[in-house]
């Protein structure tokens, strides 16, 4: 049990970067030069990203990772820290700074993304054995790609709750995820790009073929993030459109995030997983009208105000996962 803290409810393991983020007129091509407004500094990572969103949510959660031994390293952890979340798993890498993300964000709020991922390589083996017993008793354990694959897979077999894989970044169809961890995975949380990086697809649009893309990965329930067209939810026998608030995009480099963890808190919670995946779009809606990453994350009085000013809930029950 993480000290300070109730077993946790959602376990997080993942990266923690610090977000260099500067706002452009437009993104250069090759060879181009653009300047730039002023940037910030703004705590990020994937995977500390979620915890954050999961825990505005209300969940208990813990985050197992690594920072480097620096000023980056402490204030990823103060931020955790402050917004709820336990880094007791949370590793000093003295060999290694710690993880930075170089974002550019553009008018409309679109962002492109560098990683630079230092301490988040050297996640090991060892950090999973170390919070076994968290991983196996928590009701969710959720998961990114930005840590070394057998650390991933290493804790998606430690589970015994429901396992969320986010598929980000997605690896190439060259190098497909392993099907030993895709058979442990409950819930897959691609986009639509990653959906196609991931099965080797064109791009696609129509409900019906990302079905059957999503499908074709045999993962029980895939649920599809689509930006402003809101989520698909696929299952083997149905899918399920769950359309996104009306908003103006002011970044949405938190989005996908904000979505990941407010799934993960909603189905911790008990939620059917059409209920989640409505709460989850509203989260990740949020967070794209704010800047920045972990700051961009609403709380669940924020989601509840969200669904109660025109959001509703499918009636559609799939129900509640568990292995």
Same mark, same amino acid.
């Given at each position: 049990m993480l000290?300070?803290?109730?077993d946790?409810?959602?376990?997080v393991?993942?990266?923690a970067?610090?977000?260099?983020?500067?706002p452009v007129?437009?993104h250069p091509?090759?060879g181009?030069?653009?300047?730039g407004?002023?940037?910030?500094?703004v705590p990020?990572?994937k995977?500390a990203?979620?915890?954050?969103?999961?825990?505005r949510?209300?969940?208990?959660?813990a985050?197992v990772g690594?920072?480097?031994d620096?000023?980056a390293?402490r204030?990823l952890?103060?931020?955790?820290?402050g917004?709820?979340?336990g880094?007791t798993?949370?590793s000093?890498d003295?060999?290694?700074?710690?993880g930075?993300?170089?974002?550019?964000?553009?008018? =409309?709020?679109d962002n492109?993304?560098i990683?630079s991922p @230092? %301490?988040n &390589?050297r996640?090991?083996? $060892?950090?999973i /054995?170390?919070?076994s017993?968290d991983?196996?008793?928590?009701s969710?354990?959720?998961?990114?790609?930005e840590?070394?694959?057998?650390v991933v897979t290493?804790?998606?077999?430690?589970a015994?709750?429901?396992?969320?894989?986010?598929p980000a970044?997605a690896?190439?169809?060259?190098a497909a995820l392993p099907?030993?961890l895709?058979n442990?995975?409950?819930?897959l949380?691609?986009?639509a790009i990653e959906l196609?990086?991931l099965t080797?697809?064109?791009l696609?649009e129509?409900v019906?073929?990302l079905a059957a893309?999503?499908?074709?990965?045999?993962?029980e329930?895939?649920?599809v993030?689509r930006?402003?067209?809101?989520a698909l939810?696929?299952?083997a026998?149905?899918v399920?459109?769950v359309?996104?608030?009306?908003i103006?995009p002011? =970044?949405?480099?938190g989005?996908?995030?904000?979505f990941? @963890? %407010?799934? &993960?808190?909603?189905?911790? $919670?008990?939620? /059917?997983?059409?209920?989640?995946?409505q709460?989850a779009v509203?989260a990740g809606?949020i967070?794209?009208?704010r800047s920045?990453?972990?700051p961009s994350m609403?709380?669940?009085a924020?989601v509840?105000a969200s669904?109660?000013?025109g959001?509703?809930?499918p009636?559609?029950?799939?129900?509640?996962?568990?292995?």
């Open positions: 000290s300070g803290m109730r946790p409810s959602v376990i393991v993942g990266s970067n610090l977000d260099v983020v500067v007129a437009h091509v090759t181009e030069t653009v300047m407004g002023d940037h910030v500094l990020g990572g995977g990203n979620q915890a954050v969103a999961a825990a949510q209300g969940a208990e959660v985050f690594r920072v480097g620096d000023d390293g204030t952890r103060a931020s955790m820290n917004a709820g979340v880094t798993h949370l000093v003295a060999q290694a700074p710690s930075i993300a170089l974002i550019g964000v553009d008018a =409309d709020g492109t993304i990683v @230092g %301490a &390589a996640v090991r083996l $060892s950090d /054995a170390g919070a017993d991983l196996a008793n928590a969710v354990v959720l998961l990114q790609l840590v070394p694959i057998d290493a804790a998606a077999n430690t015994t709750g429901t396992v969320i894989l986010n970044p690896p190439s169809t060259n099907r030993s895709l442990r995975v409950d819930v949380v691609p986009n196609a990086q080797g697809s064109e696609i129509d019906e073929e893309v999503a499908r074709g990965l045999g993962v329930t895939v649920v993030t930006g402003g067209a809101g939810i696929v299952t026998n149905n399920l459109v359309p996104a608030p009306d103006t002011v =970044d949405t480099t989005a996908g995030d904000s990941c @963890g %407010a799934l &993960a808190a909603a189905l911790a $919670s008990g939620a /059917a997983i059409n209920e989640a995946v709460q509203h809606a967070a794209a009208t920045g990453a972990q609403p709380t669940a924020e509840d669904l109660n000013a959001g509703t809930v009636s559609r029950q799939e129900g509640t996962l568990h292995r």
